[in-house]
């Protein structure tokens, strides 16, 4: 039995600025978009009457509101399967990231979270009761044929999905030039489009 609360419920409106959500109409009707400070889908949908400090309350014709994950994350159901780094969202919708990883069964207190305090740094481990799931980022991966720099700045040639390294300041690779697909660059990842003059 679930009586998972809405995400929105208990905040305010600011509170919800930034946050970007998939709001369903009692009609049928369905829009995606950003919150403003007001609660609202900037310039296009009136989702409560509140605004600024006011309780985030939707609108009557408003049959639900929800999270839309950010393209440029996976999500991660498994609380055991969180890393640092990893953003911990809480079943109230509120996300923070993970600074530390406790895997012990004896306590309910898998994750330490970053919160915001008057003390720099300060951390506090959440009980697993309030884990909805995780997001992580996915790497950025080469996404079309030509030259990239990987995170440590070597080139890679990319052409039908398949990645050769093709030089790095080392020169590690000497002459062997083996061919990975571009699935496979993972840990060398972030890449980002080498420009001619960087080549």
Not at 59 to 83: G, Q
Not at 130 to 144: D, I, T
């Amino acid at each position: 039995m679930s009586s998972e609360k809405p995400f929105w419920e208990g905040k305010t409106c600011k509170e919800m600025a930034g946050l970007h959500i998939k709001v369903t109409f009692k009609n049928g009707d369905v829009a995606t978009g950003v919150a403003d400070k007001n609660g609202d889908i900037k310039s296009a949908y009136v989702l409560t009457l509140g605004m600024g400090d006011d309780l985030f309350v939707p609108k009557a014709d408003i049959e639900s509101i929800e999270l839309v994950d950010d393209p440029e994350y996976e999500r991660i159901d498994d609380i055991h399967d969180v890393c640092t780094g990893d953003i911990f969202v809480a079943t109230n919708g509120n996300r923070f990231s993970v600074v530390a990883v406790d895997d012990d069964d004896e306590t309910d207190c898998t994750l330490a979270v970053m919160v915001q305090a008057e003390i720099p740094d300060f951390h506090d481990w959440m009980f697993n009761s309030s884990f909805a799931y995780a997001l992580r980022r996915k790497p950025k991966l080469p996404n079309h044929d030509g030259l990239w720099l990987d995170k440590d700045d070597a080139i890679w040639q990319v052409c039908d999905h398949q990645a050769v390294p093709v030089y790095d300041d080392a020169d590690e690779w000497g002459f062997q030039r083996e061919i990975f697909l571009v699935s496979q660059l993972v840990q060398h990842a972030p890449f980002r489009p080498a420009k001619a003059v960087e080549a």
